[in-house]
């Protein structure tokens, strides 16, 4: 009976993995589809122009592994946070799985079998959960994808521009027709539209200061304006975190314990009632 538990519990965390393997899969194809490409354009030595190209690739690779070995290496979760507080009753509920009290904007993920701090989703591309630690990797691993989906496509782009300088002839005609034909279900292209609108949609919950949850519930008892909004997501150092994954940016929070903004001041009447 051990046994058989063992496997099914080995089986399911694989299958979690599965897709970050996929993902990982796909971004190290793309940069060699570039690289192969720069190699066979380039005749002898590489030009300053070609390094250019060869340092830009490099650097977005490896910042877009970056922030995933970050993302997957940091914990989310309540394990290793003390729970314990006199504010325990007010917002706090009782999560049955983890058999413990939790803070608000704490969620239990069934896929991670965890209660996750400030939990905005379950990220399946990644195999783990977006929470209050580990943002700011998911926010740079979308940045860098982005800008590097969208350098493939010009740079393809570039190929097929190429290839109108032979002149109109059924030889030219057939290597357009067809390349752009795929270009429509190419998966550089539909990579960036899908990045593109995730991109959006984490940049205004950055800038709300909110979850997905709590976004599309329209809660905004958590912005406190968007410098504010950005230090608490990307920590104190949120204008270096876009250069590197390793640059550190402690968070001011806790993840347990969150500033809500001020309620408006209500105006008193100019006559009061008798």
């Known amino acids: 009976m051990g046994t058989k538990l063992t496997s099914s519990s080995k089986h399911f965390k694989a299958s979690l993995h599965m897709p970050l393997c996929v993902t990982l899969g796909?971004?190290?194809?793309?940069?060699?589809?570039?690289?192969?490409?720069?190699?066979?354009?380039?005749?002898?030595?590489?030009?300053?122009?070609q390094?250019?190209?060869?340092?830009?690739?490099?650097?977005?690779?490896?910042?877009?592994?970056?922030?995933?070995?970050?993302?997957m290496r940091t914990n989310p979760s309540i394990k290793g946070v003390l729970l314990t507080d006199c504010s325990v009753g007010q917002g706090w509920?009782?999560?049955?799985?983890?058999?413990?009290?939790?803070?608000?904007?704490?969620?239990?993920?069934?896929?991670?079998?965890?209660?996750?701090?400030?939990?905005?989703?379950?990220?399946?591309?990644?195999?783990?959960?977006q929470g209050h630690a580990n943002y700011r990797y998911l926010i740079g691993f979308l940045i860098y994808c982005w800008v590097g989906l969208l350098y493939v496509t010009v740079f393809?782009?570039?190929?097929?521009?190429?290839?109108?300088?032979?002149?109109?002839?059924?030889?030219?005609?057939?290597?357009?027709?067809?390349?752009?034909?795929?270009?429509?279900?190419?998966?550089c292209?539909?990579?960036?539209?899908?990045?593109?609108g995730f991109l959006a949609l984490h940049t205004a919950l950055l800038f709300r200061g909110a979850t997905c949850k709590e976004l599309y519930a329209g809660q905004r008892c958590y912005d406190l304006g968007w410098r504010r909004?950005?230090?608490?997501?990307?920590?104190?150092?949120?204008?270096?975190?876009?250069?590197?994954?390793?640059?550190?940016?402690?968070?001011?929070?806790?993840?347990?314990?969150?500033?809500?903004r001020s309620p408006p001041v209500q105006q008193l009447g100019k006559s009061s009632e008798l």
């Not at 390094?51 to 490099?58: K, Q, R, T, V």
């Not at 292209?189 to 593109?196: A, D, H, R, T």
């Open 229 to 260: 909004n950005v230090r608490e997501f990307l920590g104190t150092r949120w204008f270096l975190t876009w250069l590197s994954p390793w640059i550190s940016s402690p968070l001011p929070g806790d993840g347990v314990r969150f500033e809500t």
């Open 93 to 129: 509920e009782f999560c049955y799985s983890c058999e413990t009290h939790v803070p608000p904007r704490c969620k239990h993920c069934y896929n991670c079998n965890v209660c996750i701090l400030r939990r905005d989703h379950h990220c399946v591309l990644l195999g783990q959960c």
């Open 26 to 49: 796909v971004i190290a194809f793309v940069a060699l589809e570039v690289f192969l490409l720069h190699v066979q354009e380039q005749e002898t030595v590489l030009d300053a122009f």
């Open 156 to 187: 393809n782009a570039e190929n097929f521009m190429g290839i109108l300088q032979e002149g109109l002839s059924i030889h030219s005609f057939l290597l357009l027709l067809m390349p752009w034909l795929m270009l429509v279900t190419d998966i």
């Open 189 to 196: 292209v539909v990579g960036l539209i899908f990045c593109s």
């Open 51 to 71: 390094a250019g190209h060869f340092f830009l690739m490099c650097f977005l690779l490896l910042n877009t592994f970056g922030n995933v070995v970050k993302f």
